[in-house]
């Protein structure tokens, strides 16, 4: 009887562990087949690229993760067309921080003055400039995008393929159009679907005559027509729009030169004197009644420059 028990035992404890043993390489090898089908499914690259570029921002590490608008930064800068990063941002802001305070203290400032203007100086000086370089760079793009389209019309009444000639707008139109478009087809290449790529240049570039056309390529995607015919509609939609701006900006120069000198003319007197004779002016930093008067000028002064700057800054 106890052989009998013991051997009911061993038999009970082989069976759990086989079904257990069998569970787990169950287990194991529906894990290998899900392994092997993701890295043979269509459109793997653009899987595996999503999953390269999710691990990259989880594996951010140092001061810059901290950054509240990373990623706005990083699209700021990339819309400069200079391979330039984060890094070397925030690098430039605090050695033009560290410049600020130096010159300042030698000039006799105050230090919480100095401390200030350090930090708007280092702060704003290089977001200003890659805004205006982001600017400038879209502005030469809009100027060439329609003679882009005009390529692109040609090539598709020859029998090109869209994404070919993609490609082909990308080697003949100089930059910053002929950059984006390899970019986009380079994408392409790599398994991005073509509306994807041209989503990522319009969410970089910025500008809403590139956004018209990636719109007018996914509702022919959708809806079939002529091709064509459509992208030769939009380029003489985007010259007589770009003649408009053109007018209105002659048009509205003398206002704006106007508005320019009125703003920044207290500004900049109030900056000479005080980079002259700063005894003269440092009662603005020390005599509360004095404090108070050029607080409530600056405050005026701000509101009369927001109004001016609505007044003459026409959207077509």
Do not use: C
């Not at 393929?161 to 986009?184: A, L, M, Q, Y």
């Not at 703003?263 to 004779?277: A, D, H, Q, T, Y």
């Amino acid at each position: 009887m106890m052989i009998v028990a013991v051997l009911f035992v061993l038999g009970s404890g082989l069976t759990l562990g086989a079904l257990l043993s069998g569970s787990g390489a169950d287990k194991a090898r529906k894990r290998r087949l899900e392994a092997l089908r993701a890295r043979h499914v269509e459109g793997n690259v653009e899987t595996q690229m999503r999953r390269i570029s999710a691990n990259r921002q989880n594996n951010v590490t140092g001061i810059w993760a901290l950054l509240p608008r990373r990623e706005l930064l990083e699209r700021r800068l990339a819309a400069t067309g200079k391979p330039w990063t984060v890094t070397n941002y925030m690098i430039a802001s605090g050695v033009l921080v560290v410049v600020a305070w130096a010159i300042l203290l030698m000039r006799g400032m105050p230090l919480l003055i100095t401390f200030s203007l350090g930090i708007v100086i280092g702060a704003g000086l290089p977001h200003w400039l890659i805004g205006r370089m982001g600017k400038r760079r879209a502005a030469k793009f809009v100027a060439k995008f329609p003679d882009a389209i005009e390529l692109l019309v040609r090539g598709l009444r020859s029998g090109l393929p869209i994404s070919e000639t993609i490609g082909v707008v990308g080697r003949e139109v100089p930059d910053p159009v002929g950059t984006e478009f390899r970019t986009v087809a380079d994408k392409m290449k790599i398994g991005r679907t073509m509306d994807a790529a041209l989503q990522d240049s319009a969410d970089r570039l910025q500008t809403s005559e590139f956004q018209f056309f990636v719109i007018s390529l996914a509702i022919q995607r959708e809806t079939g027509g002529n091709l064509a015919e459509t992208l030769s509609n939009l380029a003489e939609v985007l010259r007589k729009r770009m003649q408009m701006k053109l007018k209105v900006a002659a048009m509205s120069s003398e206002s704006k030169a106007s508005a320019y000198i009125i703003g920044s003319l207290p500004f900049i007197v109030f900056g000479l004197i005080m980079w002259i004779n700063p005894t003269y002016m440092g009662g603005f930093f020390h005599d509360p009644r004095l404090m108070i008067a050029a607080g409530g000028g600056a405050v005026w002064m701000g509101l009369g420059v927001f109004i001016m700057a609505k007044m003459i800054n026409f959207e077509i």
